[in-house]
């Protein structure tokens, strides 16, 4: 049988009742199978078939396993719509989340001002499901900086930045000015 590019069936050329249609010999030499499961495995037997005879079927390192066409690594939905900026106030959580596209998938890296974040007891790194997420816990005033999420796999890189601004509360420890204290005829 040969299946071309296209066709919604494979044509009989050698077999049946006689050589079959022996019309295009080879007009085809690839072919894309859809509806194969992801994950799953699949063996395909290949042959060369000309006037001769049909030729061996090829040698295969076995099963072959479906996954997506290798893709560069881009964020999905990140546009200008999305938030460049992003406030927190100080004693939340900042929670970056950032969906992408790429495959195979694509090392992830956050980083602070240019230097990597490594996931330890304060902050935490997930990748699933097409979703990379960083969440640092807590966050204070020096929190406030240029951070950015880079994805990378063989086919190319992409690096996505936002600004975080930490905001608190004025600091009312003893020797700070509060409000309270300034009379309406005095001046500073």
């Known amino acids: 049988m040969r299946w071309c590019e296209g066709a919604k069936e494979g044509e009989i ?5 006689g050589w079959g249609n022996q019309s295009d010999q080879l007009n085809c030499t ?3 199978v859809s509806g194969l499961v992801d994950g799953k495995e699949y063996e395909f037997r290949v042959a060369a078939v000309n006037k001769a005879a049909p030729g061996e079927y090829a040698k295969t390192e076995g099963p072959i396993q479906a ?4 893709v560069a690594p881009h964020a999905a939905s990140f546009s200008a719509f999305s938030p460049k900026e992003i406030i927190v106030r100080a004693g939340e959580d900042l929670k970056i989340t950032v969906p992408f596209v790429g495959s195979p998938a694509p090392q992830v890296t956050f980083a602070k001002n240019g ?3 490594k996931p330890d007891g304060n902050n935490q790194v997930t990748v699933k499901d097409g979703i990379t997420e960083l969440i640092v816990l807590k966050v204070k005033g020096d929190d406030t900086d ?3 999420r880079t994805l990378k796999n063989h086919l190319g890189q992409e690096t996505v ?7 608190d509360k004025p600091d009312t420890s003893e020797g700070a000015l509060n409000i309270s204290d300034i009379k309406p ?3 500073l």
Do not use: F
């Open 30 to 32: 690839k072919y894309t």
């Open 185 to 187: 005829d005095s001046c």
């Open 13 to 17: 050329i050698v077999g049946g009742n």
């Open 115 to 117: 230097d990597e974040i």
């Open 146 to 148: 240029l951070y950015s």
């Open 67 to 70: 996954r997506p066409l290798d």
């Open 161 to 167: 930045q936002m600004t975080v601004i930490v905001v």
